[in-house]
């Protein structure tokens, strides 16, 4: 038998709510509750809490399953819906730019990559306006430049051939990031509008494509195997810079 | 094409058959788990959008595993995983451009609309480990023991940040509430 003299303690008030109290406990709370109105006040409160999360939030369990999360979809075709992804993206932000930028402080995208995209806009920034010292390796040093930078970075880097979206390679540098080195390459179009591919270690994993801009330059970037890839661009044009991200992902795809 | 090719294969191969089934199952229990998943997400981030990012990368991670999976609850395992990795992404909140939310996620208002923002501005008002614990109980019905594996903590911890939640939401939605009255 319990005593029930034995005061109930805060932790068991919890475990009476939740359901983890032993049953032979039971009793005894309950009879305590009856002596001790503030207690009971506060066993209702959480009581009424958890009825307002689930008012809140059970209707979430309702919705219809996006269709990106749709299983079939994820173990079959493990990589197309990045380009399903790049469409929503953009669609979604046409449609909704103005709300998007009044609301920009309350979202963030996810998993880490925030510190990652402000490192490859800045570095797109530093070194896109530069005439004569743009990169460290020329383009015309192509191989000697993915193997330097493969070596210096640990993962292998590519320059990729972008001639079919009218882009040619600058050449590319070595940077630092917060997580060690990282490489930036830069390819210029005939009409001089520059496009930069920054890269660097991240612990995401693998990421869908994602937007986000600071400013007037604008980055798609996505992991894959423990690499993370910004293409960053100065032009309003997104059409463009999709393009030209698809094609680099494209490579990128091939290699692996 | 010739990959899927390899795997049908694989697949039929009288070793493999059984493991075959017994994948789908594991693809089953996941999928059952989706809508509690993007509830527990929706709640822990606030967004629609990066909630349903957290649970897709959650599902790659769980279906990349699949071989890995050595039996236990399927359940606790893919909690587990989304926590970690909402962990990771609010650990690197720090710097940042500004990101285009995709769509102006208006509350998915069931109960009156005000107290479904009354809670979630309390919920967002908790660190980390407090939101989790409490969704994890509260809306998610799981055991002290099992949110206790899920954070890699001891039980008596789970408990004490619960009752930190608890009475920190309850001090949020009473100290939100005041002042409406007042006006009255």
């Known amino acids: ?256 | 094409m010739r990959q899927l090719g390899v795997m049908l294969d694989e697949a039929f191969a009288p070793d493999n058959f059984c493991k075959l089934v017994s994948m789908s199952a594991f693809r089953q229990s996941v999928e059952a788990m989706i809508p509690a998943l993007r509830r527990y997400a929706r709640a822990l981030a606030r967004d629609a959008d990066i909630a349903d990012d957290l649970v897709q990368d959650t599902l790659v991670r769980a279906l990349r595993s699949e071989r890995l999976f050595l039996g236990g609850d399927v359940r606790s395992w893919l909690y587990t995983i989304l926590t970690n990795l909402n962990k990771n992404r609010r650990r690197s909140l720090a710097r940042r451009p500004q990101f285009m939310p995709l769509l102006d996620n208006n509350p998915d208002a069931s109960g009156t609309e005000a107290e479904g923002r009354d809670i979630a501005r309390a919920l967002s008002t908790l660190v980390e480990e407090q939101r989790s614990v409490l969704l994890l109980v509260m809306l998610e019905g799981l055991s002290y023991r099992e949110v206790a594996d899920i954070q890699g903590v001891p039980i008596g911890t789970v408990m004490s940040r619960l009752a930190r939640a608890r009475a920190h939401v309850k001090a949020s939605l009473e100290g939100e509430r005041a002042p409406l009255r007042r006006v009255k």
Not at chain 1, 8 to 16: F, K, S
Not at chain 1, 23 to 34: I, K, N, Q
Not at chain 1, 141 to 151: A, P
Not at chain 1, 216 to 236: I, N
Request: charged residues 25%; proline residues 4%; glycine residues 8%.
């Open chain 1, 1 to 256: 038998m319990t005593d029930r003299n034995i005061p109930v303690t805060e932790d068991e008030l919890h475990a009476y709510v939740d359901e983890e109290l032993p049953a032979e406990r039971r009793g005894d709370v309950e009879a305590w509750l009856a002596a001790h109105p503030d207690d009971a006040a506060r066993v209702q409160s959480w009581r009424t809490m958890a009825e307002a999360l689930h008012a809140r939030y059970d209707a979430v369990i309702d919705e219809a399953v996006p269709k990106r999360l749709e299983i079939e979809r994820l173990v079959q075709q493990p990589r197309k819906w990045v380009y399903g992804a790049v469409a929503a993206t953009l669609a979604a932000f046409i449609v909704g730019g103005g709300v998007g930028w009044l609301a920009h402080g309350a979202t963030a995208a996810p998993s880490g990559l925030q510190t990652f995209t402000v490192h490859a806009i800045e570095a797109h920034r530093l070194y896109v306006v530069e005439v004569r010292h743009p990169v460290e390796v020329p383009g015309s040093e192509r191989s000697h430049l993915q193997q330097w930078l493969t070596k210096r970075c640990g993962w292998v880097v590519r320059a990729p051939e972008l001639t079919g979206a009218g882009l040619k390679l600058v050449g590319g540098r070595l940077l630092p990031s917060s997580a060690g080195p990282a490489s930036f390459m830069m390819y210029e179009s005939a009409s001089g509008e520059r496009f930069t591919i920054y890269t660097a270690k991240s612990d995401a994993g693998a990421m869908q494509m994602r937007f986000a801009a600071e400013g007037r330059e604008s980055t798609l970037f996505w992991a894959d195997d423990g690499v993370v890839y910004a293409v960053v661009s100065t032009s309003a044009d997104r059409g463009r810079l999709t393009q030209v991200a698809q094609a680099i992902y494209d490579q990128m795809e091939k290699k692996s």
